[in-house]
């Protein structure tokens, strides 16, 4: 019998006896009468008793297998976005086909969760990623709501909402991950539609954003191991590195303040992907910023060292990877990161500047003001690189 159930006939007993007492002593004269009354009363109370626990809200539902029933309803329902309060993710699987054949359909879904810091909990994050959802992680007990909303940004009238609450059972243990049982959790949820809870299905909009807007892209980070033949293979796709040997190759640990630049500037665009990057390297106990593939909504891609050449006099010039060391050095403590060194490259495309003289700029400079003393036949192109990459499907 439910704790609802049981409050409700406590209360009614009451009630009633209250009733029945009162009655009693008001109707001393005529037995009958009171006798009459107490039965009505009873009547009546009983009547609400039955209702109070034979009714089933709409919109409030119990149990687990409603519970999941009543999510992937407004799940499904989604016509344009989809904002998702989560935990561990771990009905990720469960909902992998509705949730890929709402990002087909072009919906736009969003996740809040947790880092993910356990195998089965990668493999959640990945199905999401598989799915085409949007993924950013916070850490402990940021986000407290479960649940998720529906539809809320197309218009302010608009939108649904389901919020859920698990409760475990006592003596119950799970692994953080695994998805829950009505023999582990007491689970309930509810469903807040726009012609009654449009104020709150708006907040839970709002709060969604706001919280979003301040957290990095969710990533999981995978340490690849590279020999030097495979960067000769990768770095030759470059016009000016063909000619490069061997032994011109190298991963070295370098100090940030022997770092110079080629560029004046960096994009303040490109930062947040930066940022996201370094605490992906910092969740996964990489180092910054060694051989790595990355896994997001966008796929999975390898990710090399940042290029830096060292000139005939030892000087170590920064030709890729700007933003992430500039973010690096500007955001952390961190004093040596992996590099992909190269010598004899020959001439720079650009008079190197300090690292300390590299400065922020919102929108992107021609390259002839950002570069020094630009030397166009110089120019290293390095999305040489991102295209083979992408042809060859190496990752």
Known sequence: MSQRVVTTIQWASIVVGITGMTLDKLIPLNRAVAITAIVISFIAFATLVVLQI?????????????VDLAWRTV??????????????????????DVLRARTKAGASVHVLCKWPSTPILLDQVRTLFAAGVKVRYY???????????????????????????????????????????DRSFDYEARRYLPD?????????????????????QGIIVDRRQLSTNDLHRILSQISHYRHLTLDDI???????????SCCRTVKTAKLPG???????????????????????????????PPIVERQPGGALVVVDGMHRIYQLITHTDAQQLTCLVIDNAGPLPSDPVPFTDVRLSPTKLQRSDNFPNYRHERFRDIKAIDRYLTETGDR
């Open 139 to 181: 850490d402990g007990d940021l986000v407290k709501v479960r649940g998720m909303v529906a539809d809320a940004e197309v218009s302010p009238d608009q939108g649904t909402a389901l919020t859920v609450v698990k409760t475990p059972k006592q003596r119950i243990t799970m692994a953080t991950g695994q998805s829950g049982s």
């Open 274 to 304: 930066a940022s996201a990057l370094i605490e992906g390297y910092r969740k996964y106990a990489l180092d910054p910023f060694e051989p790595a593939a990355i896994e997001s909504s966008g796929g999975r891609r390898l990710v090399l």
């Open 250 to 260: 190298s991963l070295q640990n370098v100090s940030r303040a022997s770092l110079q």
């Open 196 to 216: 009654r809870d449009l104020s709150y299905i708006a907040m839970l909009h709002q709060l969604f954003g706001s919280i979003w807007a301040g957290l990095p």
């Open 75 to 96: 799940l499904s329902g989604a016509d344009h976005a989809v904002e998702v309060f989560a935990g561990d993710v771990s009905w990720a699987r469960a909902n992998k």
């Open 54 to 66: 034979f009714y089933r809200d709409p919109n409030r539902f119990e149990g687990k297998e409603k």
